[in-house]
């Protein structure tokens, strides 16, 4: 069965840095691009960083410079690393692969 498993969400203080994981079971993962997305409190759900199966990035204007996304095919695994992170950061961050979602992870940026 696939499944996406995110992890590495938390509470850090403006300016930090978190790093979030997606881990993805079966066999769909290499082949499809890989979608980082977040929603916060009101707000629709908005794509910020993607990922192509052979590694090349796109990402919202909004965390470009800030967030890195990457993916080790070897381990089914994406990566969204996120420096200099802010209040508005604050969201539950969700991973993509073709129509299946993971659960979330909630990111919270506050002092």
């Known amino acids: 069965q696939e499944q996406l498993v995110e992890s590495g969400g938390g509470l850090v203080q403006p300016g930090g840095s978190l790093r979030l994981s997606c881990a993805a079971s079966g066999s769909i993962f290499r082949f499809f691009s890989m979608g980082w997305y977040r929603q916060a409190p009101g707000k629709q759900r908005e794509l910020i960083a993607n990922i192509t199966s052979d590694g090349r990035t796109n990402y919202a204007e909004s965390v470009k410079g800030r967030f890195t996304i990457s993916r080790d095919n070897a381990k089914k695994t994406v990566y969204l690393q996120m420096n200099s992170l802010q209040p508005e950061d604050t969201a539950v961050y969700y991973c993509?692969?073709?129509?299946?979602w993971g659960q979330g992870t909630q990111v919270t940026v506050s002092s």
């Open positions: 993509k692969c073709a129509n299946l």
